[in-house]
């Protein structure tokens, strides 16, 4: 498995998790780097990425909300998502793209629920 998602859970609104994409196989500060999720019956969306060179872009509906950000000591990256509200619920995936390569993480559940 080239990428390794974690961080899910069950969270009441409001709340907050941090997804972690981490690699043993590839250098994350290399590749384009997305969070994407998939909710019951839609397509698969892009949340938030990161390129090689740090910029940063977002969907609108979780701008101001949720922040990805990359540690290259620990070759891992991060979608911290605060003020989680019921329509992030959905399983979330890492991808990363290079230059030869384009992989995806297993999925992590987030479930945002009182």
């Known amino acids: 498995v080239q990428l390794q998602a974690s961080g899910g859970g069950l969270v009441q609104p409001g709340g907050s998790l941090r997804l972690s994409c981490a690699s043993s196989?590839?250098?994350?500060?290399?590749?384009?780097v997305g969070w994407y999720r998939q909710a019951p019956g839609k397509q698969r969306e892009l949340v938030a990425a990161i390129t090689s060179g740090g910029s940063t872009n977002y969907a609108d509906s979780v701008k101001g909300r949720f922040a990805i950000s990359r540690d290259n000591t620990k070759n891992t990256v991060y979608l911290q998502m605060n003020s989680l509200k019921p329509e992030d619920t959905a399983v979330y995936y890492c991808n990363a793209e290079g230059d030869r390569y384009d992989y995806w993480g297993r999925g992590t559940q987030v479930t945002v629920s009182s």
């Open positions: 196989k590839i250098i994350l500060s290399l590749a384009a």
